[in-house]
């Protein structure tokens, strides 16, 4: 079985300023939404993915992947470089694979105040997940944004 771990919020830090940037009017807006997100981050809990949360929620490829070429050629479109071997290692752990025995960190989704969610951090974690029919557990910043 998987262990979900939640990363310190550090370890996530640029996707967090990427999205506060993202959200922001001015340089000054995004510096206050990556403060409160920081806050609301460190407070929030693990929760298991619905299904239906994980079909609505943008800025991720990761609820159609069907194969592993699906999560390569979504790399190759994001133009992002990934360690897919890392993250697969994450799944299988350092013992045998007879079962998916890793420790993964927990993608982070963003709710915003509307009620849309959008993908923070974990897209290669989720793909996989969505891969290995594996139900992921993330961590939810609710947002006033």
Not at 26 to 42: E, F, M, P, Q
Not at 46 to 72: N, Q, Y
Not at 109 to 116: L, P, T
């Amino acid at each position: 079985m998987i262990t979900w771990k939640k990363d310190p919020f550090q370890s996530e830090y640029i996707a967090f300023k990427l999205a506060a940037d993202n959200y922001a009017v001015n340089s000054k807006d995004a510096g206050g939404k990556l403060n409160d997100i920081k806050l609301v981050y460190n407070k929030s809990n693990k929760i298991s993915l619905m299904d239906t949360t994980w079909k609505r929620t943008s800025s991720t490829t990761s609820w159609g992947v069907k194969s592993m070429h699906d999560i390569f050629n979504n790399l190759k479109r994001s133009g992002r470089k990934k360690n897919v071997a890392r993250i697969i290692q994450q799944y299988i752990g350092n013992g045998d694979v007879s079962d998916w025995m890793g420790e993964v960190s927990c993608p982070i989704i963003c709710k915003h105040e509307n009620g849309d969610h959008s993908l923070i951090a974990g897209n290669i974690r989720l793909s996989l997940a969505k891969l290995l029919n594996i139900k992921p557990q993330v961590i939810i910043v609710n947002v006033d944004w």
